[in-house]
């Protein structure tokens, strides 16, 4: 396809999410698609391994929030749609370029420590237990909605103080927000959620506690610039990545675990491979599956294709994780392959900051539910399991599962 035509390629609607890996096996036979996604935006995806990893290292390939908002704004009049997110949330530091994106990030950095996310391993068992505990004796659960969404949203919620009456709401908005399929809604859940951070940002300034807002508060006191504008952004954020992502990655591996009987049978036998299993269910079936959308500062060339300055373009990780050319047999979950180089959490600058927590509460997860339930079955036949619509996330509506004794 050349540059000028309009793309006929439906990109993240239901029957892309339940398709996934092989629309993007299709997609990889070219070096760049052209896409419309469900919200009605055209924009370009990118699939390659190779192309992924050079898309996210190429500074023409930018974030800015300001310019990206101009570009859908523009194209969503031109379909006569309206933006749904509150530009409120958006000056976080996965909307920034240099020299905001290295100021922004190296707070959280500041006060994201090491040390912080180790000392948080006894509270994430305790919290593990506990929800096991209420599935025990149980005939069939839902491991997502009792399981694997419930864990990092409380951990998440403790860690930024977050306080648990207000959880049920963060979970509604936080739902309507990663769909991005209904503007209406989305604009309704980012002015609560803003007037909420707001509440309790300025909780935290009179009542200080031990959690990371507290530490980044304490951060900007340090002399470090941040706006109130840019807190709130950064808070929403730090919230709304630290759980959806979490969430799929726990019930993506249970899921491939259960079934790749072999591979389950092998991390029974040899409990040490469970960081290998999340490795490879990081690579396998990706959480964040598309990454999140930059626009082109200028044009720029894959292979033969020019993508044009002032374009939104999509870098598909979870396609590039599955590409031949850089792991072999990709469409096999395998939990002793090398799976070095994935690009699950990203690449270059923007590389998730939350990667050794997820790792953290996925190896708890995961590693104490197995130890739990040593009978854990699924309790649907894999294709009745429906993967859930959304443009960014790849995760499943529900895995219902048998405990077991
Ligand atoms: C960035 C994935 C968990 C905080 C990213 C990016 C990806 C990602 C792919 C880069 C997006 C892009 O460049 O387009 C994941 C996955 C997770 C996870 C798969 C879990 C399995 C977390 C957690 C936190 C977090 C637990 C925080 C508590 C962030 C932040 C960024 C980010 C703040 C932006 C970094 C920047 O712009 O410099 N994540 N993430 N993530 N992630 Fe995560």
């Not at 530009?87 to 922004?104: A, K, V």
């Not at 997860?365 to 079955?377: I, K, Q, T, Y």
Request: aromatic fraction near 6%.
């Amino acid at each position: 396809m050349t540059t000028g035509e309009v793309p006929d390629l439906l990109a993240f609607d239901d029957a892309f999410a339940q398709d996934r890996h092989n629309r993007y096996a299709r997609m990889r036979e070219e070096p760049v698609q052209r896409i419309r996604t469900v919200n009605g935006l055209d924009a370009w995806l990118i699939t390659r391994y190779e192309d992924v990893k050079q898309a996210l290292l190429d500074p023409r390939i930018a974030k800015d929030f300001g310019r990206t908002q101009q570009i859908i704004e523009k194209r969503l009049a031109d379909a006569e749609r309206r933006p749904g997110f509150s530009p409120d949330l958006g000056p976080h530091m996965l909307n920034t370029d240099p020299p905001d994106h290295t100021r922004l990030r190296k707070l959280v950095v500041k006060a994201f420590t090491a040390r912080r996310v180790e000392g948080l391993r006894p509270r994430i068992e305790q919290i593990t237990d506990d929800l096991l505990d209420r599935l025990a004796g149980r005939s069939e659960v839902d491991l997502i909605d009792e399981f694997a969404f419930p864990l990092p949203i409380t951990v998440i919620s403790e860690l930024m103080g977050v306080e648990d009456s207000r959880r049920d709401d963060f979970r509604s908005w936080t739902n309507v927000l990663v769909d991005g399929s209904q503007p209406e809604a989305q604009a309704q859940a980012s002015v609560a959620m803003v007037e909420y951070l707001t509440e309790l940002i300025a909780k935290k300034r009179t009542e200080p506690g031990d959690d990371l807002l507290t530490a980044l508060l304490e951060a900007v006191e340090d002399g470090d610039r941040l706006s109130e504008g840019e807190l709130i952004a950064m808070v929403f954020l730090l919230l709304v990545a630290g759980h959806e992502t979490t969430v799929n990655l726990i019930g993506n591996c249970v899921l491939s675990l259960l079934g790749n009987p072999d591979q389950l049978a092998a991390l029974r036998n040899d409990p040490s491979l469970l960081p290998g299993a999340i490795e490879e269910t990081l690579r396998y079936e990706s959480p964040v599956a598309n990454g999140t959308f930059r626009h082109t500062a200028e044009a720029v060339r894959f292979g033969d294709v020019v993508i044009p300055e002032g374009e939104l373009v999509w870098v598909a990780l979870g396609a590039a994780n599955r590409d031949g050319e850089r792991f072999e047999d990709p469409d096999r979950f395998d939990i002793t392959r090398e799976t070095t180089g994935h690009v699950a959490f990203g690449h270059g600058i923007h590389f998730c900051v939350g990667a050794a927590l997820a790792r953290l509460e996925a190896q708890i997860a995961v590693g104490r539910l197995l130890e739990r339930f040593p009978d854990l079955r699924m309790a649907a036949s894999p294709d009745d399991l429906r993967w859930r619509f959304s443009v960014l996330m790849r995760g499943l509506e529900k895995l219902p599962v048998r405990p077991g004794a």
